[in-house]
C-alpha cells in the first residue's frame, strides 16, 4: 500500500470563540454540498468557520462545478489525496486500497472522470492547499488533517485500534485530532486526548440512509461539545447524473445508503452496514 506523508503546508486559524463547522468528502456530489453551504447559511456559520477535511473530486459526477463551488464559497480546507493526485496529475487518485480490490478498480473510472474535467487553476489551487489546519477552543489544540497526521491516505476508523490513534495524536503536538478520508463520523476519548471525524457530504455512512455527515464544535463554559448531524439533501438529483456519467455503483449507494465494496472496511464496521447511524454529542473539558 502506498503512502503519502503529510510534510507540507499548516494553516493556523487561532483561538476560536464560537462555532465551527467541519465536513468532509464533498466526492463530486454538488447537490449535497450546495445543501451543506445552505444549512451553514441556516446556522449563523460563516466560511471563516468552516473547514473541509479534503477530497473534493472522487465518486460522483460534478467535480468541476463542486470544486468551484468549494472555492466560491471561501471556506478552509485540508488537501486530501484525491488533490494531491489532481495537482500533480498522478494517474490515480492515491486513496489507499490494495492493489486489485473492488476499491481500486472501481476507483479507475471515478478518478478518471474526475482528472478530465479539473482545469489548471483549479489543480494549482489544490496544489497550494495546507497538509493541516490547527486551532484553538478553550485550552485544546486541534489538528486537521485527512487521513492521519503521518499518512494522507491512511484509514482510521472507529474500531481502530486506540494505540495507533494515540501514537498518531502524540505526532500531532495537540489534545484533538480531526481526521477525514474513512467516510465514517465518530468521536473517542482516548484517556486526556480526543479522536474525531466529521464524516462526509458526498456519499452515505454505509448505513443503509441517502444522509451526508456534518459536525459542530462549540466552545462551551467547561470545555467543548462536539456533535454530529445528517445532512438530508434530494439524492435522487446526483443518484441521476452519477449514472448517467457511468458510475452506476455510487450511484446506487448514493440512494440505497449502502457502499459497493467494503475492502477498506475492518471487521466491526462491515458488520454495520446498513444499520442506522446514532451518534451521541461528545463533551471534553477540565
Known sequence: MQRYFHLGKVETLGKIDRKLLVFGGPYSNLAST??????????????????????????CAEPRQTVELIRDWGIHVVMGNCEQSLALEKPDCGCGFDEGSACSVLSIGWYQYANQAIDLDSRRWMGDLPRSITFQIKDYR???????????????????????KSRQIKRADAEVVIGGHSGIPFGQLIEDKIWLNAGVIGLPANDGTSDGWYMVLE?????????????????????GSTLAAGMSEYAQALTDGLWPSMDILPVDERAN?????DIAPL????
Not at 486537521?144 to 494505540?163: A, C, K, R, W, Y
Open 219 to 239: 466552545p462551551v463554559d467547561d470545555g467543548c461539545l462536539a456533535s454530529w448531524h445528517r445532512l438530508q439533501y434530494d439524492a435522487r438529483i446526483s443518484h
Open 142 to 164: 486541534f489538528r486537521v488533517v485527512h487521513g492521519s497526521v503521518t499518512s494522507i491516505n491512511q484509514f482510521v476508523f472507529p474500531s481502530t485500534p486506540t494505540d495507533i
Open 283 to 286: 463533551h471534553f473539558g477540565f
Open 273 to 277: 452496514q446498513g444499520r442506522r447511524l
Open 34 to 59: 450546495e445543501a451543506m453551504r445552505s444549512k451553514a447559511a441556516e446556522l449563523g456559520i460563516c466560511a471563516g468557520h468552516i473547514i473541509c477535511t479534503g477530497d473534493l473530486a472522487a465518486y
